[in-house]
């Protein structure tokens, strides 16, 4: 009996409300004519609801017609009458199974690759350098090995330490680190002067290593030794050294920035243009004439709509809706203060980048002056700074030491 009711459950079943004077005539002749009822449940004296297979359903209600009763059919289900009705549809199959076939085929290529991991190396550079591994949108992935991308990957990108490529479907995940800069070695037997990195008016002079030039209240220039490698020693003659120390100094800056008195500014006409087009892989579909250039007073909007699941799938289609609005341009004047406090914030802030983490601002005026349609604002300041740099001896410069202290030497003998 289970079998059987599996079976009928598979085939399609309706549940049928048959109305009449004496339903007991219906149940009788239905089973004279053997059709089956696999259930029945009375309502009321004149109502019956019966189960039967759905293929016995056009039977049943010529049945019912001869018993003087009436059926009409509640619910059906079943896998068959099911089928029978997307056949009805056939174009909702086919189109059910055009995407069912476009899922699955997307899934074989790459249509969304993620980058992460990078801060100085750029997305486009390591976009650039997996597609020279031939990683790249529309790429076929089952071809890929992941120990080959990350080996040629490595190889195309040296500024990377390491990297992986991991594919979901059709979305490639690459996680990139980047190679930590080898830091400079401390070589102590090496000559170095601490030279004046810009013109100061030195206010303190530390010398650990080496021979201070330089003394407090003494103006100096770029380039300048403040410190010198040339080791004075009574006993052992001129030895070079690594120079070290720290020169603070006084340093004056003067920036300047200019900025036009008047704008153009946008005014929307309200005229509006709007075309479509259609994106199918790497190949793009303009639904209007052959030319894409915009005239040179409009502003262009692209809104793109992708057919795709973050995460789950992506399918290489995409709709573009490009619109453009017109406008027009008029010339007005600025606010003259306004530009000036611009130009200030803009000037002290070059200042501070100029200046350094160590340095301190310790006056600062600004002026401005307007010729010509032009404002210009000039920033004069005072600072306080580290401006002391090492600098390794020349090859010259060594020989030329040396050669002293050899012909002192001489004279001393």
Not at 123 to 139: F, M, N, P, Q
Not at 204 to 229: C, D, K, Q
Not at 269 to 281: D, F, K, P, Q, S
Not at 364 to 380: F, K, N, P
């Amino acid at each position: 009996m289970g079998i059987f009711s599996f079976f009928n459950r598979a085939a399609g079943w309706s549940v049928c409300k048959v109305s009449g004077a004496v339903p007991a005539a219906f149940l009788n002749r239905c089973a004279a004519q053997g059709v089956a009822l696999l259930s029945v449940a009375p309502k009321d004296a004149f109502t019956l609801t019966v189960r039967l297979s759905a293929r016995d359903v056009d039977r049943a209600r010529r049945i019912a017609q001869g018993a003087q009763c009436t059926l009409c059919e509640l619910s059906s289900g079943g896998a068959l009458r099911f089928g029978r009705r997307l056949l009805h549809r056939g174009l909702a199959v086919l189109g059910l199974l055009f995407v069912l076939i476009c899922l699955m085929w997307s899934k074989l290529y790459i249509w969304e690759i993620e980058v992460t991991g990078n801060e100085t190396v750029s997305t486009a550079r390591i976009l650039a350098g997996l597609r020279e591994c031939g990683v790249d949108y529309g790429s076929f992935w089952p071809g890929f090995t992941s120990d080959n991308l990350r080996s040629e990957l490595l190889t195309e990108l040296p500024e990377l330490s390491w990297a992986t490529v991991n594919i979901y479907g059709s979305r490639a995940e690459v996680i990139v680190r980047e190679r930590v800069p080898k830091p400079e070695l401390w070589q102590p037997e090496l000559p170095v002067d601490v030279v004046a990195g810009k013109n100061g008016y030195v206010t303190r002079v530390l010398a650990l290593n080496g021979t201070a030039l330089a003394r407090a209240g003494s103006a100096v220039v770029e380039g300048e030794t403040l410190i010198s490698a040339a080791a004075e020693s009574a006993y052992a003659g001129t030895r070079l050294v690594h120079a070290i120390g720290s020169v603070t100094a006084q340093t004056y800056y003067e920036l300047s920035a200019a900025m036009p008195l008047t704008r153009l500014e946008k005014t929307y006409t309200g005229g509006e243009t709007g075309r479509w087009a259609l994106v199918i892989g790497k190949n793009r579909w303009n639904f209007y004439g052959n030319s894409s250039i915009y005239g040179d007073s409009c502003d262009k909007i692209e809104t793109v709509w992708s057919l795709r699941v973050g995460g789950l799938f992506a399918l290489p289609v995409s709709l573009v809706r490009e619109v453009s609005r017109a406008y027009t341009l008029t010339e007005t004047a600025r606010d003259q203060r306004a530009a000036c406090s611009a130009l200030e914030q803009t000037l002290y802030a070059r200042l501070l980048s100029e200046l350094g983490a160590d340095g301190a601002v310790e006056r600062v005026a600004y002026s401005a002056s307007a010729s010509d349609g032009v404002l210009t604002v000039c920033l004069r300041a005072i600072c306080t700074e580290e401006i002391g740099t090492e600098v390794p001896m020349s090859q010259a410069q060594i020989e030329e030491i040396r050669q002293a202290q050899t012909e002192k030497s001489g004279d001393g003998s």
